[in-house]
C-alpha cells in the first residue's frame, strides 16, 4: 500500500512563505507524477501543481510565478514552495501521485492521496 504523508502547512501571514513537503512510501516514486491539490471551504478540490516524471511541471494560473513545485526522487519526496501567500490560498493541500507519469489535472487520474494539510492565510 502506498502512503503519502504531508507536512509543512500552518498558519502564516499574507505575503509570507509556507514550503509544503509529501513523502511517498515505496519503490515507485520515480515513476509517478506527482501533484498538489487543494480544497477550501465550499469549493472543488482543484489541481494547483503537477510534475512529471522527466521534470516537466505545470501550474494552475492562479498560483503562477509564485508557486514551485520539486520532486527528489532520492528521498521519495515532493514540495510545493509557496510564496507571496493571500487569503484566496486557504485550504486544505493534498498532495497525490498517478502511476502515469504523464497525468493531467483531473482527480481521477491520481491513485494516492495523502491525508491533506491546512494552509491558513491571515490578512
Given at each position: 500500500?502506498?502512503?503519502?504523508?504531508?507536512?509543512?502547512?500552518?498558519?502564516?501571514q499574507?505575503?509570507?512563505?509556507?514550503?509544503?513537503?509529501?513523502?511517498?512510501?515505496?519503490?515507485?516514486?520515480?515513476?509517478?507524477?506527482?501533484?498538489?491539490?487543494?480544497?477550501?471551504?465550499?469549493?472543488?478540490?482543484?489541481?494547483?501543481?503537477?510534475?512529471?516524471?522527466?521534470?516537466?511541471?505545470?501550474?494552475?494560473?492562479?498560483?503562477?510565478?509564485?508557486?514551485?513545485?520539486?520532486?527528489?526522487?532520492?528521498?521519495?519526496?515532493?514540495?510545493?514552495?509557496?510564496?507571496?501567500?493571500?487569503?484566496?490560498?486557504?485550504?486544505?493541500?493534498?498532495?497525490?501521485?498517478?502511476?502515469?507519469?504523464?497525468?493531467?489535472?483531473?482527480?481521477?487520474?491520481?491513485?494516492y492521496?495523502?491525508q491533506?494539510?491546512?494552509?491558513?492565510?491571515?490578512?
Amino acid at each position: 500500500q502506498v502512503q503519502l504523508v504531508e507536512s509543512g502547512g500552518g498558519l502564516v501571514q499574507a505575503g509570507g512563505s509556507l514550503r509544503l513537503s509529501c513523502v511517498v512510501s515505496g519503490q515507485m516514486f520515480s515513476s509517478y507524477t506527482l501533484a498538489w491539490f487543494r480544497q477550501a471551504p465550499g469549493k472543488e478540490r482543484e489541481n494547483v501543481a503537477r510534475i512529471w516524471t522527466i521534470g516537466s511541471a505545470f501550474y494552475t494560473d492562479s498560483v503562477k510565478g509564485r508557486f514551485t513545485i520539486s520532486r527528489d526522487n532520492a528521498k521519495n519526496t515532493v514540495y510545493l514552495q509557496m510564496n507571496s501567500l493571500n487569503s484566496e490560498d486557504t485550504a486544505v493541500y493534498y498532495c497525490a501521485a498517478a502511476r502515469s507519469g504523464y497525468s493531467t489535472t483531473s482527480r481521477g487520474s491520481y491513485d494516492y492521496w495523502g491525508q491533506g494539510t491546512q494552509v491558513t492565510v491571515s490578512s
